[in-house]
């Protein structure tokens, strides 16, 4: 993207011309001493190369030499003159009558130093001016390649070739050709143009970006322009009626290219450039060209716009480009994938105290803000950015340095009432418990409060139960709602069997048994208003195939309630043998063994916690009042264990019994 010096020009010099333009010229001049008789009479001094010439012609072309060469023979060019020694040694070799070899390599160069030497109309018809204006605007102007390649040769020739308008007319002619391209009227292209829609929902790429760019060698050559040029382009693109979904995968690339891509950032390192001040250059002016609002919702992933804005932070960015960045995300979040969300390099900060998780922070709280105040938002948008949050903070409670409070801090960022499905939830509070060992039971308890087993799926429960992880309150609720879904499920179970039955035999079975035998044919449902037989056979073979989950996930449970009952009982020996050893209550203990377990108490327990609030059952464990938790405990454990024992022991296949 450097402009090429002027002593590497002739390196990169028109692969057509010919290597031979010094001994033409050499000859040239030989000639016309010999046709004239006059000898060589100026010396033109080209920065270090020398030429010995004939005033006549020089005079006679150039404004330039016109005016410089009437009391000198010697004279010296200035280092800014356009192309070098080796374009003045093309531009001598036309004064002498010779045909100069124009190509779109040098053409541009050729018409800065004709303009510099003053080459015009006024001191000679059919100029070199004249004819380098012919030759670009009827032939280069007229090509794709050949445009690009005058424009490419114009960085090198700034600011002749931008006070010429040679730049411009050559912007002008690539949008008029790109969007000749797209409308494609000749019916030339076998695939349509790309667009971003399709990758709107997938992670963001740096290498899918590049495969898909290939698909369109135009665009590839409008990336590979200078950003200055790159961005009058786009400019003229718009001007020229081009639709946005055409113009922002341009500008998509050439950031993925110049910007986000590695190997690009490893290659100005190799190079000794100052990396953040290019590319900080190139990344703010891309955020200038991007499309804003409604437009860029439909055509740009919002991964890119994370990826921008990673840049954005590594390079130091100004903030009010920051901010324009995140205002973008925050409209698009419930079309992010969690793997596009901000995350520091490993080993580099501590996660908790990072520029990244605080700038998620602010994306997801300007969120929650602007839904707040806006009450047509749809619920699912909302579902799904609390499932991509709670997801992010599966990741980021790996984070050793991440503390109990931190980590709430980072929960309550997003509502409750926005999360549908607490697993995602659930998923990182384990995270942190596994990373976090050593955390407090008060801590525990205090972290996982913001579950709700209601929430969660039995899969969840059953594993929740399991998690030796878990604190003991969350468990107990996650038994309860795990008894409540199989009575449930036992129950509507029982309900089909029945209904099945009377169906079976209505013809045999009295009104009392069968209460919808008489008005109810087999086609017909008891619970709706018309028949519906194929619709309730299904449904029926469904309850049954589900009919053998509840039981297999209380053999499961079980095992956990006795292993639970155990340490309970252990917990409860310990407390007695404390007491025993301090006498601190005496009183107390012999209460204690003289009513274990009261006919009043039971009552009393059952007014104060009934068996369906799975919430109010258990509160932390305190020392002064162990017991009496204990005792509770004990009795709610050997409920669901015989509540869940009765259900194993019914025979699915008897609708008798299950009735």
Known sequence: MEAMSPKNYSAASSPFSSPNIGALLKIKVLTWSQETGFPVSISVRVKDKIFNLHKFPLTSKSGYFKKRLNDTSEIELPETFPGGPETFEMIALFVYGSSTLIDPFNVAALRCAAEFLEMTEEYCSGNLCERFDLYLNQVVLQSWDDTLI????????????????????????????????????????????????ELASQDWSCEIMKDVVSQDLWMKDLIALPFDFFK????????????????????????????????????????????NGKASVILQGIIDLLPTGDKARKVIPVGFYFALLSRSLEFGLRTDNKVRLQDQITSLLHFAQVEDFLLPESGTVSMSSSMELATMESIISAYVVSNSSINHTPEASNYRVAELWDAYLSNVAADQDMGPTRFMELIERVPQSYRQNHYPLYRAINNFLKTHPDVSQDDKGAVCKYLDCQRLSQEACIEAVQNELMPLRLIVQALFVQQLNTHKAFKECSDSFRYAHCGDLSGSLSSSRCPYSASQNLGESPYTDGPEPLSFLLQKDIVMQNFKFPTTE????????????????????????????TKSEPNLIKTQKMKPCGLETRSLSKRRNPIGLATSCISSVNFASQRKYASRLLKIFRRITLFGNRKLKRKPGTPSQLS
Do not use: H
Request: aromatic fraction near 8%; proline fraction near 3%; hydrophobic fraction near 40%.
């Open 150 to 197: 005058a424009l490419q040769r114009c960085q090198m020739l700034l600011p002749w070739s931008e006070d010429l308008l040679i730049v411009s007319r050559c912007i002008e002619s690539l949008a008029f050709m790109a969007c000749m391209e797209i409308l494609d009227p000749e019916r030339r292209r076998d695939t349509p143009v790309v667009t971003l829609e």
């Open 554 to 581: 209380y053999k499961s449970t079980s095992f956990r309630v006795q292993n639970l009952e155990q340490e309970l009982m252990s917990l409860k020996r310990s407390l007695q043998l404390q007491n025993i050893v």
């Open 232 to 275: 009058r382009v786009i400019g003229s693109l718009r001007r020229q009626g081009m639709k946005e979904k055409y113009v922002s995968p341009i500008i998509v690339f050439y950031a993925n290219k110049w910007v986000l891509s590695k190997k690009t950032l490893q290659f100005w390192e190799s190079s000794c450039e100052q990396i």
